[in-house]
């Protein structure tokens, strides 16, 4: 031991240098391979869940170099407007038109899906403004207007939709929207089916029905003891509700002529496998039904009487030969066959199933058959310009004698118009055409149609400052709007005296209340073209309330300063005391780096 003493009470500060220490760096430099081996192993994780889950999402993307603001979803995928004096919102469509532009009726639709506000029937304008529109929380299908006995109804699908079937009733409404008949299959199947609700010339419904039925599945790699799916129709007489004929597909049909591939379903009963898939149904020239198979590729021809086949198009038992190299016969997951005069049929082939599918596209066409030399050729293909893939839905309806027709593209929230010869003439898209594929915002189907609606109701309006916003949902014979104002003068007589008129724009009018009316009460007349009243709103009042605006403007100012002193204050605060905890924090660390040694004589330290 060193012969000098330490003198504990003599210190000095000394700065104390770490030097690094060999052990501790060897350890350090053995974790950079674990850890890389641990980044490279997120990194690999992080790039499969994307090819996994992002990678089919971004293929479902219909990006086009020719896509409008509207189509790009700028938007919103499915862009919507509202009403001040309505409380529903109803689609914002973008129209483009050719040639002769587009058809002036209506348009019948039900839009449903993630990016639709208000599911329901819902009817359009050639200008697609909204005309009438009700919100179902149930889900509604096949919307049209059909005419029955001589009159016009609306008439539409009704129910809880599983995958891709329905459990309801069918609805008809006449023109001031009263419901008159509500329509339910004959037998014990706990609801009608989603796909047809089709009135015939003699009166009568034709509807479709989803019945599970045991069944042997071996054919198509099933159990023997399993469970399908059966088509049913049936033909009803609407007045009493009497079953007029009913036909099964099971009977005339063998299970493995299907297209659907055999999944997990056909065990069970309430997973039953959907073998036929019937989604449209009516009567021909001669009174035979028209079915169409979605998962059979077919559409038959069924007998009246008997029940039999007469012959089948399409599909693996197609009876007919094919004039057009194959274009009029390789139809796949079709909808809405329709028969017409000259032995002419249309229908929307989808020409896909699902987004995993093979490339193709959907189309709308028509074919010319000859039923007794069993020969089809194509008369006219409809392609819409950006090549429309519909997974699913769509219709074509004739629009005239010329030939006009639109096709609704079910899946893909458009709707088209084209000449006979396929020109186009009118596109409407009511969601965001790039993203189609994920099908936000669909419609079964797509109808033009002529409409009187006359509802019960009476106008809807509100007074918002200066201005009266007017509308009146369904009402679709009112051309203008007659504001009256009450006569002070004669309280108890109540009478109105006319102030002046205003155009109907659009559902909802937007009118600005002259500044001396003499009365702040005041009403608005819904008039024809013909100057006939249809109908009064309640009676308004003009907003008294311009002082109390004036007091809640000064307030919100008020309160606005309120805020930003109150907020400058507190952040002032919040940076003094951080300022504080800085300076803490700094003599902190200063005293850190200084050790209390021992001094001696020397100014050196002691060493025991």
């Not at 509807?207 to 399908?228: F, H, K, N, Q, R």
């Not at 000064?554 to 805020?563: D, E």
Request: charged share 20%; with cysteine.
């Amino acid at each position: 031991m060193s012969s000098r003493t330490w003198n504990p009470t003599c210190f000095r500060r000394q700065r104390i240098l770490r030097l690094p220490n060999a052990a501790s760096d060897s350890k350090s430099r053995s974790r950079f391979p674990c850890f890389h081996a641990t980044a490279a192993g997120v990194v690999v994780s992080l790039l499969y869940l994307f090819y996994v889950f992002a990678v089919p999402q971004l293929l479902k993307f219909r990006f086009r170099l020719d896509l409008s603001p509207y189509d790009l979803g700028l938007y919103g995928f499915g862009p919507s407007r509202s009403y001040k004096s309505f409380e529903y919102e109803s689609p914002l469509v973008e129209i483009t038109e050719w040639g002769a532009g587009c058809d002036p009726r209506y348009t019948f639709l039900a839009p449903r899906g993630d990016s639709v506000a208000y599911p329901g029937p819902l009817i359009l304008d050639a200008d697609g403004e909204l005309v009438w529109t009700k919100y179902n929380w149930a889900t509604t299908q096949d919307f049209k207007m059909q005419r029955y006995n001589g009159s016009d109804y609306l008439t539409y699908w009704q129910g809880t939709e599983i995958e891709s079937r329905g459990y309801g009733s069918w609805y008809m409404l006449d023109s001031t929207y009263t419901q008159r008949y509500q329509i339910s299959p004959v037998g014990n199947f706990g609801g009608g089916d989603l796909h047809e609700f089709h009135i015939t010339k003699q009166g009568t419904a034709l509807v479709t029905v989803y019945d599970p039925v045991p069944a042997d599945l071996t054919s198509v790699g099933g159990p023997e003891l399993g469970w399908i799916l059966d088509g049913v129709f049936q033909e009803i007489d609407i007045e009493t509700g009497e079953l007029l004929f009913d036909w099964r597909a099971s009977k005339h049909y063998p299970v493995n002529n299907t297209f659907e591939k055999f999944g997990g379903s056909g065990r069970e009963k309430t997973a039953a496998f959907d073998f036929f898939h019937i989604n449209s149904v009516e009567k021909d020239e001669q009174g035979n039904y028209l079915v169409s198979a979605r998962h059979f590729h077919t559409v038959s021809c069924i007998d009246r009487i008997t029940g039999n086949v007469l012959w089948t198009l399409g599909g693996k038992l197609n009876d007919f030969t094919d004039l057009s190299d194959g274009r009029a016969t390789d139809f796949a997951w079709q909808h809405d066959a329709r028969s017409h005069i000259n032995n002419t049929l249309t229908l929307f082939d989808n020409a896909a199933h699902s987004n995993s599918d093979p490339e193709s596209e959907s189309r709308g066409v028509v074919v010319q058959l000859d039923v007794e030399g069993r020969t089809v050729e194509v008369l006219a293909e409809y392609y819409h310009p950006q090549r429309m893939r519909s997974v699913s839905q769509g219709n074509v309806q004739a629009l005239d004698e010329s030939g006009r027709v639109l096709v609704g593209w079910g899946h893909s929230a458009a709707f088209t118009e084209f000449t006979a010869t396929g020109d186009l003439l009118c596109d409407v898209h009511f969601g965001a055409s790039a993203f189609f594929t994920f099908g936000r915002i669909v419609s079964y189907r797509a109808f033009k149609g002529s409409w009187v609606g006359r509802p019960q109701t009476i106008p809807d309006a509100v007074v918002l400052g200066d201005h009266v916003y007017v509308s009146w949902n369904g009402a679709t014979e009112v051309a203008t709007w007659r504001l009256e104002v009450w006569d002070a003068n004669d309280v108890e007589v109540s009478t109105f005296n006319v102030v002046a008129h205003f155009a109907k724009s659009g559902f909802e009018t937007e009118i600005g209340v002259p500044d001396e009316l003499g009365s702040p009460l005041f009403r608005l007349a819904a008039l024809d073209a013909e100057s006939n009243v249809l109908g009064y709103t309640e009676v308004l009042q003009t907003d008294q309330s311009v002082d109390i605006d004036a007091r809640l403007n000064l307030q919100n100012c008020i309160l606005a300063a309120a805020f930003l002193i109150g907020g400058g204050g507190l952040l002032f605060g919040l940076y003094r005391c951080c300022g504080c905890c800085r300076l803490l924090r700094k003599c902190q660390h200063r005293s850190s780096e200084y050790q209390l040694v021992a001094y001696g004589e020397n100014n050196e330290q002691q060493s025991v």
